[in-house]
């Protein structure tokens, strides 16, 4: 935050050195009177302008763990900052969490009330089942830009799949007689790692739902198994399940680092190889699960001869240095894990143009740029740009031309940029980017933070307090608002000091693209080692941009800044209707408000109460031939790149999560007065009879093999019919259906003209594409109407699949009142043989069909236009933050009435240190002896950010 105020006073500025035109402060009101100098300060006035008016967001979200059992709650804090500044935003008041599958099915979704760039909440896990997720946090006005400004973070819900053994593996795979074997050798233990030792067991081997290899053996004296067997195209998703007669079972996920799927990429700095200028090259290696591995190897020319060798550092990363030649082309042979030599090609080499380097060296006070060009452009005697920006803000720029040498050196003082990433670039004249380059800033300007305890070892249901003390750089205290964690190591992995935190996320990952291992590594150490690890990762992973993109002249996504409802009252010529007056009714709270529309039939309203269940019903005074449209800013499609391979759920060699899994069972079983060590089965709840209100089903309203009422759809929400019925139908799919075509038809009776289509002639049968329930083609059937069916043409494209599609795809669940889903023999009677349509092969009698009858709200059909000059809306509801409970005890040791088997031990989202920069949080152990993890986050709301972690122990009662 220091430095973004000094570059308020100082925007450009620059060392003279030779063919650098040297550029005077803003400060001083004149620069030298010469066009690119005139051209740069002009630019610089733009992009600063634009970042006042359009400031991006950047949020960091802490969870209480990383792992969660069948059951659990998720607890979080939030912290959104402007992304120039990196104090908290001023721009929006509600932020947006969705927790998806690793398939990209959104299955969760909060709207949350930001006040001062804070936030806070929970979220209820029971109704998901085990799986891997990833939560995606944004606000509306970050869809203005990037969606990798999106905040992503993966988390699994573990459960032992049915498993009470363990397993260890290797696996390696080899070439035999043209095809690819893997040999696994398995070690077999049960959950108190004793060997499951000469057992008889049945071993299957599954790729998905198909079988790979089956077999019964035994275990050795060890637990061991050894088995061979042939690998697919594709080794992902491969997993071995081992069972026995008595019921126990182990499932594991195999990984297969083969060297074939090993992905190497060569990056030279500032983007491009040219021909006769110095190359400094990055390079990164991944294996299948997206994880550095370590490879050497050595480039070499067009006549075979070495040119340079090179080796990994830092999770699969490096550099080398060389000069390549004109018209030369450049491979390298890899030596990858296992010894398998492969040829990469590097990128090829240019004739002509410029190459950027930049140097940091960790304790100086400055950075060492050159710009060297090949003679065609000194000749082309033109200037060029040289700009560093940080947080999107330009900090330095410099004219540059290459009139006087071909390799111009200069220094850029760091005090020029804040902490965090620097952003150079070189740009031609006409604003085109020909080199860039990332640096990492790093003032050492972020908090410190001491947490201590009043005691070295803590009893059981002893009583913890934490002593937290927050300095600046200059050791002055700390006013800051913070959120703490406390876990239990021995139910949930404790946090790598390597893993993200705000520190990392707020300086480092939120402006790179993709997944960065162990981020903290790279700022949490000050020694060479990891310096040059942090310069490779800039050197070879992609950056993300929060500038304001260039074809947006105006935010296409208001932010959000409080509760409001804005919308448009239309005619039936779809025009706006001015100067009429708008009613707006609220049950709960009780509220009612009224305004008119504008020159354009628009209205809005604005502080509506903050609620947790909004149902609000508008209308107009004018209820004849008008509707009112909601201005609600379609959700993002969210796409959230996977931090690597997926994680499996199950656990099969991980003694934590099996141990958080089984001890989670433990707690559930005992809160329901269970033995500890029964195995439940799910709960089966038996309902009444759902009733869809106003339903034309011809069996009677309910009666049906899938009935979806009011209440289903509300909770929908906005969710499309589509994305509903894919969620709550699992046979709902895309299927295909043939059709016979004339090339004449007739629409409402009338017969269209020979001239319009020809000669009445019988077209050949078509396959197209519909929607199919139980393999069953859908009749679908709104308020007794069908539908999507009666429309005939001798289209390429079906019109009626694509009318059927876009009806699903653009209408809201909660806008009907039910689903019925007939598709058996018991409820297909021969009261809908005049639905069936006449020109589907193959598909004729009744019992062929699924008839899909869906209630809208306005009874009148296809046709769901909302009640004329009414509408009913039911916007996301605002989700507040539930208590974390924490018990309290008397006496340390007390008789026990229930086990406390916490895995987090304690919650607290809005810790706040005094004018001393202190404060003491107090909290209870739970019952097990274990190490306890602390994990402290935090801000000073003025754009500085601290991260802390600590231990307690929990020692085992006295004998």
């Known amino acids: 935050m220091k430095n973004i105020m000094k570059l308020k006073r100082v925007s450009l500025f620059l060392l003279l050195t030779a063919g650098f035109i040297c550029l005077v402060s803003v400060r001083h009101g004149y620069a030298q009177q010469i066009s690119p100098a005139a051209q740069l300060l002009q630019a610089k006035k733009v992009a600063d302008s634009t970042v006042q008016q359009n400031p991006a967001e950047r949020i960091y ?3 209480d763990k990383n792992s969660y059992t069948p059951g659990d709650t998720l607890w979080f804090k939030a912290y959104m900052v402007d992304a120039h500044r990196l104090t908290p935003s001023a721009k929006s008041g509600i932020m947006y969490l969705t927790i998806a599958t690793d398939s990209n099915v959104v299955v969760k979704q909060q709207r949350l009330p930001v006040e001062n760039g804070l936030t806070w909440g929970n979220i209820s896990l029971k109704e998901l089942p085990a799986g891997t997720y990833i939560l995606t946090a944004y606000t509306q006005w970050m869809q203005n830009f990037n969606r990798d400004c999106f905040f992503y973070k993966q988390f699994t819900i573990a459960d032992d ?18 095809k690819e074997q893997a040999r696994v050798k398995l070690l077999l233990s049960d959950s108190y790692k004793k060997a499951v030792a000469n057992k008889q067991v049945q071993l299957a081997v599954m790729k998905g739902k198909r079988r790979l290899y089956k077999a019964g053996m035994q275990t050795d004296e060890k637990g061991l198994i050894d088995i061979t067997f042939n690998l697919p195209g594709k080794p992902g998703d491969i997993r071995v399940i081992v069972n026995d007669a008595s019921g126990n079972r182990v499932n594991i996920q195999l990984n ?17 190889l040219v021909g ?12 299948l699960d997206g994880k550095g591995i370590n490879i050497s190897g050595t480039v070499f020319n067009g006549d075979h001869r070495p040119v340079v060798d090179f080796s990994t550092g830092h999770l699969g990363m490096g550099s080398f240095d060389m000069i390549p030649k004109t018209g030369e082309s450049y491979i390298a042979k890899v030596t990858l894990p296992g010894g398998q030599v492969k040829e990469y090609s590097l990128p090829r080499v240019k004739n002509s143009g410029t190459v950027l380097n930049v140097t940091d060296k960790a304790d100086a006070d400055s950075i060492s740029v050159s710009v060297h060009a090949t003679d065609n452009i000194r000749q082309n005697a033109e200037s060029y740009f040289l700009i560093g920006k940080s947080r999107g803000v330009i900090c330095y720029g410099s004219v540059v031309n290459f009139r006087a040498a071909a390799n111009i050196k200069g220094k850029i003082s760091k005090a020029l940029f804040p902490s965090g990433i620097a952003h150079f670039m070189l740009v031609d004249i006409k604003n085109r980017t020909l080199n860039e380059r990332l640096a990492f800033i790093d003032h050492h300007d972020n908090l410190r933070i001491n947490i201590g305890t009043n005691k070295a070892v803590y009893a059981s249901r002893d009583s913890v307090a934490v002593d937290i003390n927050v300095t600046d750089t200059f050791g002055k205290p700390v006013q800051g608002n913070f959120s703490f964690a406390v876990t239990d190591d021995t139910q949930v992995h404790p946090d790598s000091l390597n893993n993200e935190n705000i520190d990392t996320r707020m300086l480092l990952t939120s402006e790179l693209k993709g997944y960065v291992e162990q981020p903290n590594y790279y700022l949490s150490n000050n020694d060479d080692k990891s310096r040059l690890a942090l310069d490779n990762l800039l050197l070879t992973q992609g950056w993300v941009s929060y500038d304001w993109p260039a074809e947006k002249n105006r935010p296409v996504y208001a932010a959000e800044t409080e509760m409001a409802i804005k919308g448009r009252v239309l005619n039936v010529f779809n025009k706006g209707v001015k100067r009429t007056k708008v009613q707006l009714f609220s049950k709960s709270p009780l509220w009612a408000a009224d305004t008119l529309t504008d020159a354009n039939g628009s209205f809005e309203f604005r502080n509506l109460p903050l609620t947790d269940t909004p149902a609000y019903f508008i209308k107009t005074a004018k209820n004849f031939n008008v509707g009112i449209v909601i201005d609600d800013a379609p959700p993002p499609v969210l796409t959230a790149p996977p931090p690597a391979t997926i994680v499996p759920w199950y656990v099969s060699n991980d003694t934590t999560l099996f141990n958080s899994v089984r001890t989670n069972r433990v707690r559930q079983n005992l809160a329901n007065d269970l033995p500890a060590d029964m195995r439940t089965l799910k709960e089966v709840k038996i309902r009444a009879r759902k009733i869809v209100k106003d339903s034309k089903n011809l069996n009677g309203a309910g009666n049906a093999d899938f009935v979806f009422d009011e209440g289903d759809l509300l909770k929908a929400g906005k969710k499309s019919w589509m994305e509903f019925l894919k969620e709550n139908v699992k046979t709902f799919r895309v299927g295909t259906i043939m059709k016979n075509y004339p090339l004449r038809f007739s629409v409402q009776g009338k017969t269209l003209s020979d001239i319009q289509f020809g000669s009445y002639r019988k077209a050949p049968s078509i396959f197209f594409d519909w929607y ?3 393999h069953k083609p859908i009749c679908f059937i709104i308020d007794g109407i069908p539908f999507g069916t009666i429309f005939k043409s001798n289209y390429v494209d079906d019109p009626d699949f694509l009318i059927i599609n876009q009806y699903l795809e653009s209408n809201s669940a909660e806008d009907i009142k039910g689903i019925e889903i007939n598709t058996s023999s018991k409820y297909n009677n021969e009261y809908y043989g005049h639905y069936i349509p006449s020109d589907w092969i193959r598909y004729t009698n009744v019992a062929d069909f699924t008839f899909m009858e869906i209630t809208t709200r306005g009874g009148h059909g296809p046709s769901i236009s909302k009640t ?25 040791n007390t008789p026990k009435v229930k086990n406390d088997l916490r895995s987090t031990i304690y919650w607290q989202p809005n810790v706040t240190t005094g004018t001393d920069g202190k404060a003491v949080i107090s909290f209870y152990t739970a019952d097990m002896p274990a190490t306890y993890s602390i994990i402290l986050n935090g801000t000073d709301m003025d754009g500085s950010f601290g991260f802390k972690q600590g231990k307690l122990k929990v020692s085992p009662p006295a004998p």
């Open 256 to 272: 297969f680092n083969r060297a074939q799927d090993a992905d190497v990429q060569f990056m030279p700095e500032g983007g491009e």
């Open 868 to 892: 004329p000059g009414g509408y009913l809306y039911k916007p996301l509801a605002l989700s507040f933050p539930s208590q974390f409970y924490s018990p309290k005890y008397t006496v340390v």
């Open 772 to 774: 199919f329930v139980d």
């Open 161 to 178: 799949a049915g498993s009470n053994w363990m397993a260890n593996y290797s696996s390696i795979s080899t070439m035999v007689d043209g």
């Open 61 to 63: 979200v802490q969870f």
């Open 276 to 287: 006769g200028l110095p190359a400094h090259i990055g390079f990164k290696a991944i294996g």
